[in-house]
């Protein structure tokens, strides 16, 4: 405690020659001084947090991608942060800046540069939060919201299962909603893989959304009814360990339940982890397959939940497979331009994110390779090479 008073001890000495009354207006200025910077009610945001960044010299620009493919400074970290902070001081409430709340692709490339170790991509989750309870969310988001609500997923006309039936088993296969409803063919490899290898595997006769649109949108009452329903699934299935083909789905079963108050009583992996766990037991092995191949990392596999050299160590156990590496890779990876639900919240960004990431990649193999279902209908979009996921390569790879 002395310590924490001896920093003021200037203050003390610069006002022992003025009268009482000034010394008193002084040191109660002082004190308040910081109050006049932060809202008077009690915001879900970091306001102080988020003054910081607004603050800031905005160095992590030069590595912003909504930043680059918008070029409008309104757009980069600190441009974004200092309109949250107006939005969460109440003297601003447009239109255009609550959009702008949304315009992240969450990919936390800022947070390779920031002093702070701050992600504005998490910043911004608790401004959106407290637009929910100020009912400012725009209205097509509230319809995705409803939409997850009232189908348990993010898709229209959407499936919430594999149509396996479940079986005691110690691994449990969850494939997310991107894989249930776009992208079977890795939940189908997935299976196939794990066969092969002599692992029994079980699946939930029913897949709820992770509530990672949820919970990345504000709506944190209904992303933690989501997340008590799964975890109390999970535990039902009396699984010792899940796996996941999607790294937003690992990272927010693994990370964000336990922040919210539902942390999971089993091992959480995604399925590059646990191959690269049964190639080194021997339960995979590998036929020689001359391919060329370009690895891409997704932005959470990588940043948020530091998988890198598992994919890699993967595909080298293949014999044939030479693995290329882009300019911007591991850590300093680029976005697809679908992470932080831009290609619905801005897809014109989310377009252009694409194009920039897919010509650094096709100009290095025929092949993308990526371990995320997202980044992998992404880069098919542009059909400028072929996009696979890690499953499909280490199955043809099988002997």
């Known amino acids: ?71 409008s400074e309104t757009y980069s970290p600190a441009g974004r942060a200092r309109i949250a902070y107006l939005l969460e001081m109440g003297r601003v409430s447009s239109h255009d800046a609550v959009e702008l709340m949304y315009a992240c692709a969450a990919c936390s490339a800022c947070q390779q540069w920031c002093p702070f170790d701050f992600s504005v991509d998490d910043l911004l989750m608790g401004v959106r939060r407290d637009l929910v309870d100020r009912n400012l969310v725009p209205e097509t988001l509230m319809d995705i919201k409803d939409q997850i609500v009232r189908t348990r997923t993010i898709y229209q006309n959407s499936r919430t299962s594999l149509g396996l039936e479940p079986r005691k088993a ?32 079980t699946t939930l006769p029913e897949e709820w959304c992770c509530g990672a649109p949820l919970n990345l949108l504000g709506f944190e009452d209904d992303f933690k009814k989501f997340a008590a329903h799964n975890a109390d699934s999970i535990k039902k299935s009396g699984c010792k360990k899940m796996i996941c083909s999607c790294p937003e789905c690992v990272y927010t079963f693994k990370e964000v339940y336990a922040k919210e108050g539902h942390p999971l009583q089993v091992e959480v992996m995604h399925t590059s982890e646990y191959f690269l766990e049964l190639i080194e037991q021997g339960k995979i092995q590998f036929k020689e397959l001359q391919r060329d191949l370009v690895y891409h990392d997704p932005c959470v596999l990588a940043r948020k939940l530091h998988i ?25 990876t680029r976005c697809c331009g679908i992470g932080g639900l831009l290609a619905i919240t801005n897809p014109e960004l989310s377009v252009t994110l694409l194009r920039a990431r897919d010509s650094e990649l096709c100009k290095l193999a025929d092949t993308v390779v990526t371990a995320c279902p997202a980044c992998k209908i992404a880069f098919k979009r542009t059909r400028n090479a072929e996009s696979r996921d890690l499953s499909e390569i280490v199955l043809e790879g099988m002997n």
């Open 308 to 332: 890198t050299e598992q994919p890699r160590k993967v595909l080298e156990a293949i014999p044939g497979v030479s693995v290329k590496e882009p300019p911007l890779t591991k850590e300093h």
């Open 170 to 201: 110690d691994i449990l296969y969850v494939a997310g909603c991107t894989v249930l409803n776009k992208e079977r063919i890795i939940a189908q490899t997935a299976m196939k893989i794990l066969e092969k290898a002599g692992i029994t595997v």
């Open 1 to 71: 405690m002395l310590e924490e008073f001896k920093k003021y001890l200037w203050v003390a000495k610069a006002i022992s020659r003025l009268t009482l009354s000034t010394q008193k207006e002084v040191v109660i200025r002082f004190l308040t001084a910081k109050k006049k910077y932060l809202p008077e009610d009690n915001p879900k945001a970091q306001v102080e947090d988020i003054l910081k960044c607004a603050l800031c010299p905005n160095m992590c620009r030069f590595d912003c991608p909504v930043l680059q493919a918008a070029k």
